[in-house]
């Protein structure tokens, strides 16, 4: 049973930067296409950035294009968001999710879910 932990969330100015990484255990992440979602109270949980497993396809919500990086590192089943200029709206939970899958998407149809790291953005 594949088990998602995020970490790096925290409090930053707006313009700053933070890492978020989602390690796996219990399964290699090799087979794993890997999204990140972020959501906020009364909003539905919204797609941010996603990799297929082999890191060839990269989508990037709108919103963040040109801000956010993200990257993987199969042999320590890992997987960075890496996010710059950062703006209040981009406060929420962050959340990371794997699907098997040579392919991804935005949209939260993923199998397994981390419990989420809080980004927190002050103007």
């Known amino acids: 049973q594949l088990q998602l932990v995020e970490s790096g969330g925290g409090l930053v100015q707006s313009g700053g930067s933070l890492r978020l990484s989602c390690t796996a255990s219990?399964?290699?992440?090799?087979?794993?296409?890997i999204g990140w979602f972020r959501q906020v109270p009364g909003k539905p949980r919204e797609g941010v950035s996603c990799l297929d497993n082999r890191a060839e396809f990269i989508a990037f919500a709108r919103s963040v294009k040109g801000r956010f990086t993200i990257s993987r590192d199969n042999a320590k089943n890992t997987v960075t968001l890496q996010m710059n200029n950062l703006k209040p709206e981009d406060t929420g939970v962050y959340y990371c999710?794997?699907?098997?899958?040579?392919?991804?998407?935005?949209?939260?149809?993923?199998?397994?879910w981390g419990q989420g790291t809080q980004v927190t953005v002050s103007s």
């Open positions: 219990g399964a290699a992440l090799d087979l794993f296409a």
């Open positions: 999710a794997a699907v098997v899958s040579h392919y991804c998407s935005l949209d939260p149809s993923y199998d397994y």
